[in-house]
């Protein structure tokens, strides 16, 4: 196995508990099914980042620079600085599904586990399918769990497959950052609470939507505010294990000069999902812009490029960081 081991310069070596999930190919006949493909994709890469014996778990930003790529895996895996790599397809046909998924050490290209999952298509069997896959990939990489992130596994969030659909709907529509897709988000997620009441996540969804079109600057600070956090209270008392919940309350407490309560609410979300390279960002900007801390938002900012180094904005905050 691969181990960590810090070079004269400081720099770590790659270790073999360090992973990269690539976009997961869509088999299905129906190029729409591009949304289900990119949900179970993500699913299983937010699993895998909450699992904190992971040294590193890329995060999706800088895995989307290789959804079509040709490059060979140990050049990926060298420009990520990961040892191993998950790749896999999804094939939806009727009322089943079909994923394929393998591990690959990067260094050797030699596979150390593949398997074929063919169900039924139930949204218990999509989240069971995701949990044996994170399972399997924990073992292969003899990653240990907490008891918190064991019981995380096995949760099934929705028993609804048309709130599945919409939140998996929402979430695609958010990453496309325009007003229009944002605003196109918020519907989804308001379909899909709508489905299901009592669905975390898209409580979640909805509320970093709603903070995301006040920064696209389609609803005023105040207005943003009354409607936001609400939704992020309600994700967090439906799932108080949900990490996303948390940044969206810190985010409106920021904005409400709760700075203190934000802090808080930051250091509980990366509790929940150390893995997650944007919620080390956010945090670094209310260290750094708010709260005055500049080198304390630099361990953030560093920790969000190790996360994802070649997310852009992760470099230029903590260039501007050092500047001060």
């Known amino acids: 196995a691969v181990t960590e081991q810090a070079t004269e310069s400081g720099r770590a070596e790659i270790t073999g508990k360090s992973i990269a999930v690539l976009p997961f190919r ?12 990119d949900g179970i994709h ?13 040294d590193k778990v890329i995060s999706r930003t800088s895995m989307e620079q290789y959804r079509e790529t040709t490059k060979p895996l140990p050049q990926i895996a060298q420009e990520l600085g990961v040892a191993t790599i998950l790749e896999g397809g999804v094939q939806r046909a009727g009322g089943r599904v079909r994923i394929n998924v393998q591990l ?5 290209d030699k596979h150390l586990w593949a398997e074929t999952y063919d169900r039924q298509l139930t949204v218990e069997n999509i989240f069971r399918v995701q949990e044996e896959i ?16 064991d019981d995380s596994l096995s949760r099934t969030p929705t028993t609804n497959l048309k709130a599945y659909r919409l939140y998996q709907l929402g979430r695609q529509e958010v990453k496309k950052r325009t007003a229009d ?17 009592d669905y975390a ?5 909805l509320a970093a939507a709603i903070i995301s079109q006040h920064l696209d600057g389609g609803l005023r600070r105040k207005e943003a505010l009354r409607q936001a956090r609400p939704v992020a209270e309600r994700a967090i008392q439906l799932d108080p294990t949900l990490a996303e919940g948390y940044v969206s309350l810190a985010t409106v407490n920021a904005w409400d000069y709760q700075l203190a309560t934000a802090e808080s609410n930051f250091e509980t979300a ?4 150390p893995g997650q390279a944007w919620v080390r960002y956010k945090f670094g900007v209310l260290l750094t812009q708010n709260l005055g801390r500049p080198k304390d938002g630099i361990v953030q900012y560093e920790e969000a490029i190790r996360l994802s180094p070649l997310e852009p904005l992760f470099h230029i905050f903590l260039g501007e960081a050092y500047a001060e």
């Open 134 to 149: 994170a399972r399997a990939v924990t073992g292969s990489l003899r990653v240990t769990l907490t008891s918190q992130e």
């Open 42 to 54: 993500d699913d299983i890469l937010t699993q895998l980042a909450r699992i904190s014996s992971f």
């Open 270 to 273: 990366i509790g929940l999902n």
């Open 181 to 197: 897709s944002v605003t196109r988000a918020i519907e989804y997620f308001e379909e899909a609470i709508r489905a299901d009441p």
């Open 201 to 205: 996540q898209a409580y979640a969804g």
């Open 104 to 108: 690959i050490e990067a260094a050797t």
């Open 26 to 37: 869509n088999h299905s006949a129906v190029a729409d099914d591009a949304y289900f493909v």
